[in-house]
Nanobody, 123 residues
């Protein structure tokens, strides 16, 4: 089992920044891909960014490329998402997820989820 707890959401004006953090615990994460997804009201959960826990090139959705940066700290067992130049369309509940072995941009293929943290961007 992997336990994930997100923090860092809030209300910010368009153009502002927020940093989300996900604390991971449980089994070893060395064979996992960690990621962030988001879900707006009435919409499906969509991929935002992901990175292998062991390192390597991160993956980003086109809509956030150049604005968001995903990183992990293996010593602290945390996964972060730095979000800059935020837009109202970034408003959603953001979820931290974990998936064994390989990357997928489809939420249904991910095994573990946190409880989510709300991000609201005002115009």
């Amino acid at each position: 089992q992997v336990q994930l707890v997100e923090s860092g959401g809030g209300l910010v004006q368009a153009g502002g920044s927020l940093r989300l953090s996900c604390a991971a615990s449980g089994r070893t994460l060395s064979n996992y891909v960690m990621g962030w997804f988001r879900q707006a009201p009435g919409k499906e959960r969509e991929f935002v960014a992901a990175i292998s826990w062991s390192g390597g090139t991160p993956f980003y959705a086109d809509s956030v490329k150049g604005r968001f940066t995903i990183s992990r700290d293996s010593a602290k067992n945390t996964l972060d998402l730095q979000m800059n130049s935020l837009k109202p369309e970034d408003t959603a509940v953001y979820y931290c997820g974990a998936r064994a072995w390989d990357f997928s941009r489809y939420a249904r293929g991910w095994s573990y989820w946190g409880q989510g943290t709300q991000v609201t961007v005002s115009s």
